[in-house]
């Protein structure tokens, strides 16, 4: 029978091994087949059976021979089996390692960083440098995701060859300075484990990280507030450092001689008084906002910051957040309370509040309740210790015996602590003695022992009844507690004590070692105070000892013996017997075992474990003087103003500006004066200004002519009109108006060419508005039409390439609201090209345009010279077929290629529209249910008026101001550039700053996304 079970076993094994190697088979020629969609399905079910944690490491060969697969998609799944199995298979992976090397220049930036990251995973030295060099391309890489990858690699690359540590301190240098918040975590964690100790590379990115911070993913916002933590406690001084020295002068002496007071009275006088830094106060704004995180280390991370590094009046901020976690799930349950109760011992006044929180529920585990009632042990004070008490007492009825003998434990230590309930623990505990657990009972006369050692002379009745449980209680550590009370206060028992050595001799033999000490130590005590009655039961005793099977104990009797029977051998030492074994001891002093953790940093495996893990930093000393806090300035850059727009950007003082603006007027003077023909050409081009000025003007006036002959009906409309006039010109008069600061001719002559432009525009714009108006009812409200222009002065520049990534050319785009003149249907986007470098840059082009479907571009003519330090403007118009898709292109020159995107807000997909009011609650009525979508908000305080609200939201959205009879809503009206869909929207305010925004739109996903870009203008 055996036999046969054994034989069906085997076949069982032998038919799965052929099952699971025939569908092996299966999946080979599947990556062998010359379909990429057998190929595609083929990698999904491998990639599926690893996550299942099913082996595939013989497919290895199949699968690294697609590697070089044009699928994209099947290049990706390929990556992702190989980052799993190059480092078992290195020797295969080093075949392939051509083929990664061609996928880091993978036009695709999932590709770039798949072939990265597989190419760190093979642990072999000898691809060291192409390692290097892949990771130095990569940090320069135009995609942020490709150069998280490479901060990935590092630390990779250095557990590989730490002799490489300088070149990859180079390069993470470099990639701190990144202004990508997806870059930002993974480098700062490159930092940690390549070089913690250069806190120097920290200095000039210290701010960038901290205002960064709210925006980097939370694996990341972990790893930069630990890391900055660390950097603050080198570079500012002790917010507490004031209190700290209340607590020493506290602790001097009393009597002091006059001229250490006088001495002290200099001292403080050379003190000068804390003043924060700005930068330690700017790390302590940026993460408070992040207390509120739904990620539970993050919150963690937050709260030892403000512990480490907060004034003491401003920790008390993080307790709702920790107490908020203990919601959480009890593995976060677990490590928050590890840190509470650390925090609890120094700072009790934060959680006192919250002191019901951390009462103890049924459901949680055991670990769990001890360190709830750690906690509540810590905050327990003359206030709110009857309440603990109490809740102690139902504690002790549980059936967790380990939970118990916990609180018995908390009761000791607050009876200990608070002076006023130590006779009522300690009848409470005695009551304990009498109860059916035997456990109960010795961990109740563990505790009573130590209470007792503090007034023992007014407990003689206490003890007596103690030592009537020898009999019953047989937990060792409770029986050596009760005979070591009986021996050290024996003088308030003299009857019961010989009777209890008596008892204990008998049972001598039988007992635990730690009872025989126990009963030793006993017999040598009542032989120095009652030798009659215990001298032959003493020798007995130690006569037992003597053939103990434990050393100790036969060693503690012969030096017993020694000592208290005197003997022509004893030594000096006998005489000093008694005070050797009866002298007084002080009483134990019962503390938190959590005291002392605070020396490592809260949140850390260190001081999880009360020990030091592999990898741990120390947390620094506050310095003694404050480091010189101008190693974090950086220099800022000039601003940059392109052509009609105002490029948002970090710019230096204005003192400085002033001075480089006379500086360079200083310069077109001495060259005016040296060169006639520079004059020359000056006067032309200003009377070619002048002319033009006249002619604008000739064409006001007769704009003014045209107007003056038209018939109005109403009074009403004689006096829109009139605003009107008065509006244009005063439009036409901002425009004409020269620069104030002198900047250089050839922008100053397009500039006016743009105003002219503009000018024209609006001409029409007002003839429309006019014949519009003249539709309106009697009793139409007479409004400013000059809030219906869009604020076309301040639109906001993005960055399109970096100088350092376009080594020296840099180039800003704006979408400028102004109508595309090739095709209607396009967005204009107006580029900046600025030239950084020492050398001419020639040939600015366009490649490789890759859209989605439906998109079109209009390229910008090309640039054939830019010189150093100059300036240069184009404008492209680009059909975003009503989304916000990127358009992707390549940059060209005559010497590389960038590859660059332009992604619009939704704002910008739309253009003008003007309605009246009626037409505008027509059109509204026919685009409800479905096509609108309504949010309630609180408007910002300083947004809270009709004027700002209509900045604020034609900023956000190319939309016009609609004409409305009521003083509590704006109306504005556009639509799309591309399929010319109506958008509608309706800003209704109430009192005290409640507004409700609605939004008509045929587009849903235009609403949508548009919603959220108006209710963020309008609520920060």
């Known amino acids: 029978m055996l036999i046969y079970i054994a034989h069906y076993h085997k076949q069982v094994i032998t038919n799965f091994q052929c099952f699971s190697s025939l569908r092996h088979d299966d999946l080979k020629e599947m990556l062998d087949s010359n379909k990429d969609s057998l190929k595609l399905e083929a990698m999904k079910r491998i990639v599926a059976m690893i996550a299942r944690g099913k082996n595939t490491s013989d497919l290895f060969p199949a699968v690294v021979k697609n590697v070089a697969c044009k699928n994209i998609e099947v290049k990706k799944l390929v990556y992702v089996y190989l980052v799993r199995y190059a480092e078992e298979q290195q020797d295969l992976a080093l075949l392939s390692i051509s083929t990664f090397q061609r996928g880091l220049k993978d036009p695709n930036q999932l590709i770039r960083a798949s072939a990265l990251r597989v190419l760190s995973s093979i642990r072999v030295t000898i691809i060291v440098p192409i390692m290097m060099l892949a990771i130095k391309e990569a940090a320069s890489d135009m995609s942020p995701y490709v150069r998280k990858t490479a901060a990935h690699a590092i630390p990779k690359l250095y557990s590989l060859d730490p002799e490489q540590k300088d070149q990859l301190i180079e390069v993470i240098e470099k990639l701190l300075a990144d202004k990508t918040t997806l870059v930002a975590g993974s480098v700062v964690m490159a930092f940690e484990e390549v070089c913690p100790e250069r806190i120097d590379l920290i200095h000039k990115n210290y701010r960038k990280l901290c205002n960064l911070l709210i925006d980097v993913e939370e694996w990341g916002q972990v790893v930069i507030i630990n890391m900055l933590t660390r950097y603050a406690r080198t570079q500012f001084l002790n917010p507490n450092m004031n209190e700290s020295l209340l607590e020493e002068g506290s602790d001097k002496t009393f009597y002091g001689s006059d001229e250490d007071e006088d001495e002290e009275e200099e001292e403080e006088k050379d003190k000068k008084p804390y003043v924060m830094d700005p930068d330690h106060r700017l790390l302590l704004r940026n993460t408070k906002p992040l207390l509120q995180s739904r990620n539970a280390a993050v919150v ?190 024996c003088e308030h028992v003299p009857k019961i004590a010989p009777d209890v050595l008596r008892k204990m001799a008998k049972s001598f033999t039988n007992e635990e070692d730690i009872v025989k000490l126990q009963i030793i130590n006993l017999a040598a005590k009542l032989y120095l105070t009652n030798s009659k009655q215990t001298k032959l039961l003493t020798q007995y005793v130690l006569n037992l000892a003597k053939y103990d099977q434990n050393y100790d104990i036969r060693d503690r009797a012969r030096f017993i013996r020694q000592l208290i029977v005197p003997t022509e051998k004893s030594g000096a030492l006998s005489k000093y017997a008694k005070k050797l074994f009866l002298a007084l001891k002080p009483a134990p002093v019962l503390e938190s075992p959590f005291k002392d953790r605070d020396h490592f940093q809260l949140g850390s495996l260190s001081h999880l474990l009360n020990a030091k893990a592999g990898g741990y930093q120390e947390l620094p000393d506050w310095p003694e003087a404050a480091p010189d806090p101008s190693v974090r300035n950086v220099e800022v850059k000039d601003s940059v103003r392109a052509v009609g727009t105002v490029i948002y950007r970090d710019t230096g003082s204005s003192e400085e500006e002033e001075r480089k603006h006379e500086r360079k007027s200083k310069q077109r003077k001495s060259e005016s004066e040296s060169e006639s023909d520079e004059e020359e050409d000056s006067e032309s081009e200003s009377s070619q200004t002048e002319s033009e000025d006249s002619e604008s003007e000739a064409e006001v006036k007769k704009k003014k002519k045209v107007l003056k002959k038209t018939h109005f009906k109403h009074s009403n409309m004689n006096i829109c009109m009139y605003s009107c006039q008065c509006s244009f010109i005063s439009f036409q008069a901002a425009e004409s108006k020269p620069p104030s600061k002198p900047v250089k001719k050839d922008n100053k002559k397009e500039k006016k060419e743009m105003s002219l432009l503009d000018l024209d525009d609006c001409k029409l714009f007002f003839l429309n508005l006019f014949f519009k108006l003249s539709a309106l009812k009697e009793n139409t409200k007479v409004m400013a039409l000059t809030s219906t222009i869009s604020p076309s002065s301040a639109l906001k520049s993005y960055e399109m390439l970096h100088r350092i990534t376009g080594e020296g050319l840099s180039v800003e785009y704006c979408f400028s609201r102004q109508p595309f003149s090739p095709d209607a249907n396009m967005v204009a986007v107006q580029m900046q090209f600025t030239n950084n470098a020492t050398s001419d840059t020639k040939n600015l082009h366009m490649e490789d345009v890759k859209l989605q479907s439906g998109m079109r571009v209009k390229e910008f003519p090309e640039i054939e010279l830019l010189p150093a330090g100059e300036m240069v403007t184009a404008v492209m118009g680009i059909d975003f077929c009503d989304s916000t898709q990127a358009a992707n292109f390549q940059l060209c020159t005559h010497t590389r290629k960038f590859f660059v995107s332009i992604q619009p807000p939704v704002g910008e997909l739309m253009r003008p529209v003007f309605l009246t009011e009626n037409e505008f609650k027509k059109e509204q009525g026919q685009l409800m249910g479905m096509n609108e979508i309504t949010e309630k908000i609180t408007l910002d305080v300083k947004c809270r008026n009709e004027h700002s609200i209509v900045q604020r939201v034609i900023t956000a959205a190319n939309l016009s101001r609609v004409p409305c009879g009521s003083d509590k809503e704006c109306r504005f009206a556009g639509r799309t550039v591309t399929s010319s869909s109506l958008v509608l929207v309706t800003v209704a305010t109430k009192e005290e700053g409640a507004a409700k925004l609605t939004i008509n739109c045929e587009k849903m996903v235009i609403g949508t996304m548009l919603v959220k870009d108006i209710l963020l203008a309008l609520t920060q």
């Open 300 to 489: 963690m991370a937050v709260a030892q910051l403000y512990f480490h590094l907060a004034p003491k009046a401003e920790v008390g901020v993080i307790a709702k957040a920790l107490v908020r976690l203990l919601r959480s799930h009890s593995e976060v349950q677990y490590v928050v309370l590890q840190n509470v109760a650390t925090m609890s011992i120094k700072r009790r006044g934060m959680f006192e509040p919250y002191l019901k929180s951390f009462y103890i529920r049924s459901t949680d585990p055991t670990q769990i309740k001890v360190l709830k009632l750690e906690v509540l042990t810590n905050l327990a004070n003359e206030t709110n210790i009857s309440t603990i008490l109490r809740e102690f007492q139902t504690y002790i009825k549980s059936m967790d015996k380990d939970f118990v003998a916990a609180t018995i434990q908390a009761i000791g230590r607050c009876a200990t602590n608070i002076g006023e309930v130590r006779d009522t623990c300690l009848n409470g505990l005695v009551q304990l003695l009498s109860n059916r657990d035997e456990l109960v009972v010795a961990e109740s006369v563990v505790v009573i022992k130590k209470l007792l050692q503090m007034q023992p002379e007014k407990h003689s009745d206490i003890i007596k009844h103690m030592a009537k449980l020898t009999d019953n209680i047989q937990v060792p550590m409770a029986r050596a507690s009760i005979l070591w009370l009986i021996g050290e206060y």
